[in-house]
């Protein structure tokens, strides 16, 4: 089965600081995509980084970077120098091909909450 | 704007009523999911559409649950007999097929937020 943990629940960084986020995952599929995504407080799901598991690099997004480790099952992501329109909950999730189709569906975690003070 | 868009963004309904919410994704995305948020918890997956067919649904899809999306377009997510449990938001996401190594970033709609009384 797939999963993903999540293990802060809540996360506290000062204006223009970099915070890290940490995203553990497990499967047995040798082909997955990890994504991270943030929900502000008016509830959409909004995209910031992909990473799939035959990257070689890390995947960078302007001020957003997924720091992947295979080995260690880890997907971290670390937002630099971070402003207040951050602060929301920030959900890591993992994409799995579907049987049919072609399509993929996403496990997510547990989600962190972000909070950026001055 | 050219995003998915829900419809309606917020029910309130009484235990045993039916609901049906409606989901408009990205006119070329042809893949369209389905995924319930319940309280502090991430989204669950709960089924998908490629096109107008319905390829994978979630054991969390109960009987009382069903999902269409008659024209390839659009797609309607109905509960029957809803109960308290069924409080939850619910997400719809599509994409494009192709990209990404077959994980295609999905893009989510707003959400419709269920309250059952």
């Known amino acids: 089965a797939q999963k993903i943990t999540q293990t802060q629940p809540g996360m506290f960084v000062q204006e223009k600081e970099a915070v890290t986020l940490d995203c553990t995952y497990d499967?047995?599929?040798?082909?997955?995509?990890l994504f991270w995504y943030k929900q502000p407080s008016s509830g959409e799901m909004i995209f910031l980084i992909y990473q799939g598991s035959y990257d070689q690099q890390n995947a960078t997004e302007g001020r957003y970077s997924l720091n992947f480790q295979k080995a260690r099952k880890s997907a971290n992501l670390v937002i630099s120098a971070s402003q207040l329109g951050d602060s929301a909950m920030y959900f890591c999730?993992?994409?799995?091909?579907?049987?049919?189709?072609?399509?993929?569906?996403?496990?997510f975690g547990t989600g962190t909450q972000l909070k950026v003070e001055l | 704007d050219t995003g998915v868009s829900q419809d309606p963004r917020h029910k309130i309904t009484k235990r045993g009523q039916n609901v049906t919410f409606r989901c408009d994704p990205i006119?070329?995305?042809?893949?369209l999911y389905w995924y319930r948020q319940t309280l502090g918890q991430g989204p669950e997956f709960l089924t998908y559409?490629?096109?107008?067919?319905?390829?994978?649904k979630s054991r969390l899809l109960s009987d009382r649950f069903s999902a269409e999306r008659p024209k390839g377009s659009f797609s309607t997510l109905e509960i029957q007999r809803t109960e308290q449990g069924d409080s939850a938001m619910y997400l719809c996401?599509?994409?494009?097929?192709?990209?990404?190594?077959?994980?295609?970033?999905?893009?989510f709609g707003p959400g419709t937020r269920l309250t059952v009384l």
């Open positions: 999730a993992m994409s799995i091909r579907v049987l049919t189709g072609g399509g993929n569906k996403l496990t």
């Open positions: 559409f490629q096109n107008e067919a319905q390829l994978e």
């Open positions: 006119s070329e995305h042809n893949r």
């Open positions: 996401a599509s994409s494009l097929v192709g990209g990404l190594a077959g994980h295609n970033e999905q893009f």
């Open positions: 499967t047995s599929d040798p082909s997955y995509g």
